[in-house]
């Protein structure tokens, strides 16, 4: 190729990267049209709560599950053992907590944890809550408006609040800034989407998939219970409501773990391009390809060091306006977790790439999945 095609090819390259980032702002940001609420009280409802060490037992969390008991709600705690480290701290805060004791043994150490409470729950609509998660009655109403005889499975994306360390801000970027803004622009789309949060589907949707089977058919529980859904003949959709997550303060190590093993878990189900297509069209690669097509075009490198400055602000101005819509705050410690999360974006995809474990709770989930989960998976089919 002549120097001058090269340059366009970057240009173009850079212009789709920021173009796409702008569009997921502008498709994420505004919430859709809020439906009166079907099932319009608490006692409509059944919270399965997964808990496993003291960490999952945050007084917080415990006292959003008693409000929601105290409101009506049947409010299913699941630890695997009877001395988990979970079960001291919510017996503390609340005596009368009702925990169900026992583990399944399958590839997926979460779904042997919340098997007996899906299998428990007798209320019309069940949702399963990650752990930390805090949700009101009247969001859990909202959240689960869209239910219908047509819409099977309402997601309601977590939003990361209070990060008290570096650490916790930069995984705000990540939960925030990043994949709530891709996966609601998806949804928006019509792609189906997954993601954790709080999960809400009918107690009749639940049965037709198989109760907690329909989450185990692939390595992901919420892909798998997608899938198991919308093989039904029903939609999925992202809910409005957003579920506040409290961070506080968290270790660098476990926050970079932790991505680390979503993009692995990722690479093992058929989105898997996107681990390589998200860094690809990122701030940090289409600002370098962008910087070499100007420096390839003769142009001086002190207007390419301005064109870079420009770019970065133009990107951060894209997700500012998206949080804005979301009423999610970003200030300056916002501003710069997002570009440190977008510097470590193409080291991330290179660790998913290059490791095949996928350690969660002391277990190799991939290996499980390689082991045992696979033919489960075709035996559920």
Request: a positive charge.
């Amino acid at each position: 190729m002549e120097p001058g095609a090269l340059a366009w090819l970057g240009l173009g390259w850079w212009s789709i990267g920021t173009a796409v980032h702008w569009a997921s702002a502008a498709l994420a940001r505004a919430p859709r049209r809020t439906t009166a609420a079907a099932h319009h009280t608490a006692a409509d409802f059944t919270v399965v709560a997964p808990m496993a060490g003291a960490g999952d037992a945050s007084e917080a969390y415990v006292q959003s599950l008693q409000r929601l008991a105290q409101a009506g709600v049947e409010v299913l705690i699941c630890v695997a053992t009877a001395d988990d480290d979970a079960v001291l701290p919510t017996k503390a805060i609340w005596p009368e907590a009702p925990i169900l004791v026992g583990s399944g043994d399958t590839f997926n150490p979460k779904m042997n944890n919340v098997r007996k409470g899906l299998e428990a729950a007798r209320r019309d609509v069940v949702a399963l809550c990650d752990a930390g998660i805090l949700v009101s009655p009247d969001e859990l109403c909202r959240a689960a408006a869209p239910l219908s005889t047509k819409v099977g499975l309402v997601l309601a994306l977590k939003a990361a609040e209070d990060p008290q360390t570096l650490a916790a801000e930069i995984e705000r970027a990540y939960i925030d800034g990043h994949q709530a803004r891709f996966l609601l622009a998806a949804d928006r789309l019509g792609i189906a989407v997954a993601s954790g949060g709080v999960t809400l589907l009918t107690n009749d949707t639940l049965q037709r998939i198989g109760n907690w089977r329909g989450f185990n058919r692939w390595i992901a529980d919420d892909y798998s219970v997608v899938r198991s859904v919308r093989e039904l003949g029903l939609s999925t959709q992202l809910g409005e409501v957003m579920p506040r997550l409290p961070l506080g303060a968290r270790p660098w190590s476990a926050v970079w773990r932790r991505q680390v093993r979503w993009a692995r878990t990722r690479l093992r189900l058929p989105v898997w391009p996107l681990v390589l297509w998200e860094p690809a069209i990122g701030c940090t690669v289409t600002g370098a390809v962008g910087a070499a097509a100007l420096l390839a075009s003769g142009v001086t490198p002190g207007l390419v060091v301005v064109a870079l400055l420009a770019h970065l602000l133009v990107w951060l101005a894209g997700e500012k306006w998206f949080m804005a819509g979301r009423r999610l705050s970003f200030g300056w410690s916002a501003a710069g977790a997002a570009l440190v999360r977008e510097v470590l974006a193409p080291a991330l995809a290179v660790c998913a790439i290059g490791g095949r474990r996928i350690p969660w709770r002391g277990t190799d989930l991939g290996g499980e999945w390689r082991s045992r989960g696979k033919s489960a998976s075709r035996t559920s089919l």
